[in-house]
């Protein structure tokens, strides 16, 4: 079972256009692929941090 608990404030800004900072190449194992994303996590500097389980990396 997957839990996920999201605390988005009501005056939430976005951008426009995004960025895109980890994937978008497909699913691999090369260095700007992900494969089995299972966690991401922003902290309070807005340093994203994603776990992806098949590569094994953070």
Excluded: C, E
Excluded at 13 to 34: F, M, P, Y
């Amino acid at each position: 079972m997957f839990s996920l608990l999201v605390n988005i404030p009501a005056n939430a800004t976005w951008k426009q256009n995004g960025v895109t900072i980890a994937g978008g190449h497909g699913q691999g194992t090369a260095i700007d692929q992900l494969f089995l994303p299972r966690g991401l996590f922003v902290d309070d500097d807005q340093t994203v941090v994603i776990a992806d389980y098949w590569n094994h990396r953070i």
